[in-house]
């Protein structure tokens, strides 16, 4: 939890994405934080996912093999032989070949896969708790802890770091810790303020008419347009249809080429939905042609009533796009009493 508010300070842009997605959820800045609503925090653990990678608790754990099999791998030792192995998860959180830039804290890559495109991604790669039967019993409790605590602190304090921070030592032995002492200022909100995310749409932005952008409605390329804005999300189409995004490609598919603004409203999705969609802008609509919102009445402006008449629209539930790796918490069944 530590290395969390460590990177928090360190990071401030990271650290006011997380604060928006915590009042988001909580529903306003004294909320207290609610079992159901904590895995809903999908950017704050992505947070604490990516700084358990880059600091595991337990970098290394030690196991006794009594039982051996040939997996083409490993050699095969003499079945009556006892040995012991060391499994460096360390390692494995760092390797390159699963990892894009696997030294650099970037916590969008839990829930945006293209920034890990490309690499060999073995399964099993992430192992902060350990694997298999006998990993951590507390893995559950320590996100929900996590979440609880880190949450409430944001709720109410920017952290800031202090002079040196930025230096710390880490011990590598039976468990990774802070080998110095590090401080953090904890600076409190004034109730209400509003913490306003750097903007990343740039000053000056090509312009586009409806007609430029109903000419993107393919997997190949896509174009939508959301609240004025132009994107083109055929990256975002192909990535999301390998089982990311519910409903699949299909679904953004059949919203290619208009404006999406009414469904992406009508479907409540979170504002930090909105800012990952937002990475995909290249442009804007031309001034003075919005107010088109309806996908069936911009299709009948564009290529006219008789084209319209045999499209078949697609209608699917659209949740915010998941984290990359199922939610430990997702499996959780709570009960109310």
Request: with cysteine; charged share 30%; net charge positive.
């Amino acid at each position: 939890m530590a290395m969390v508010l460590y990177h928090l300070s360190q990071n401030q842009d990271v650290q006011e994405k997380c604060r928006e997605n915590v009042l988001e959820v909580l529903g306003g800045q004294h909320e207290k934080p609610k079992l159901h609503k904590l895995f809903h925090m999908q950017y704050l653990l992505a947070v604490i996912k990516e700084t358990l990678r880059l600091f595991p608790t337990v970098p290394m754990v030690t196991r006794e093999v009594t039982q051996t099999h040939d997996d083409g791998v490993c050699p095969r030792f003499k079945e009556e032989s006892t040995f012991g192995i060391t499994l460096n998860f360390f390692g494995v959180h760092y390797n390159p070949k699963a990892w894009n830039k696997p030294n650099e804290f970037i916590p969008e890559r839990w829930i945006d896969p293209s920034i890990d495109e490309g690499v060999d991604r073995e399964q099993r790669v992430y192992a902060p708790f350990a694997l298999g039967k006998r990993a951590c019993l507390g893995r559950q409790f320590a996100y929900f802890e996590m979440l609880t605590v880190i949450s409430m602190i944001l709720q109410k304090y920017r952290l800031v770091p202090i002079k040196g921070a930025d230096k710390i030592k880490i011990h590598e032995g039976g468990t990774l810790v802070v080998d110095n002492s590090f401080r953090l200022q904890f600076k409190k909100y004034v109730r209400g303020e509003k913490v306003e995310a750097p903007s990343k749409v740039p000053k000056f932005e090509p312009e586009y008419t409806l007609e430029e952008v109903a000419r993107h409605h393919t997997l190949e390329d896509l174009w939508v347009i959301m609240d004025g804005g132009v994107y083109d999300i055929t990256k975002y189409a192909e990535i999301q249809g390998k089982g990311g995004h519910p409903g699949g490609s299909e679904i953004l598919v059949a919203y290619g080429g208009a404006d999406v603004t009414a469904e992406f409203d009508f479907i409540s999705h979170s504002k930090f939905a909105r800012r990952l969609l937002s990475r995909y802008r290249i442009g804007k609509l031309r001034t003075g042609m919005k107010g088109l919102l309806n996908k069936e009445d911009q299709t009948k402006h564009i290529l006219g009533e008789d084209l319209v008449r045999g499209r078949r629209r697609t209608t699917v539930p659209v949740r915010d796009v998941p984290l990359d790796e199922p939610s430990p918490m997702r499996n959780l069944q709570t009960s109310h009493t």
